[in-house]
């Protein structure tokens, strides 16, 4: 027996989330899911998808501006000669790594 796609997809999602609202909020939410043609719930895993998928770029992606990206670029095309301790340091990972 054949099932439907929609059938799979359905299976697939075996986890849950829940979260309590204001009857303003679950009357917003259901209002900009009509005007979308979806469900609240297609409408609230998608909208909760893109804002968890736009946070972590957000946190992962370094952006910099103007001084801010000269002085990063500067810095790393133009390191400064490690200190006595950056030495050291490095001679003890040597001496533990056996390199």
Excluded: W
């Amino acid at each position: 027996m054949r099932r439907t796609a929609r059938a799979v997809r359905r299976s697939l999602k075996a986890d849950r989330l829940e979260a309590r609202v204001t009857p303003e909020q679950k009357q917003l939410i259901a209002r900009a899911a009509a005007l979308r043609g979806s469900s609240v719930t297609e409408f609230i895993v998608a909208s909760a998808q893109q804002a968890a998928a736009e946070t972590i770029k957000d946190f992962e992606i370094l952006t910099l501006h103007d001084q801010a990206r000269d002085v990063f670029v500067d810095a790393v095309l133009h390191p400064a000669a490690p200190n006595e301790a950056a030495r050291k340091a490095a001679r003890r990972y040597i001496e533990q790594i056996g390199r």
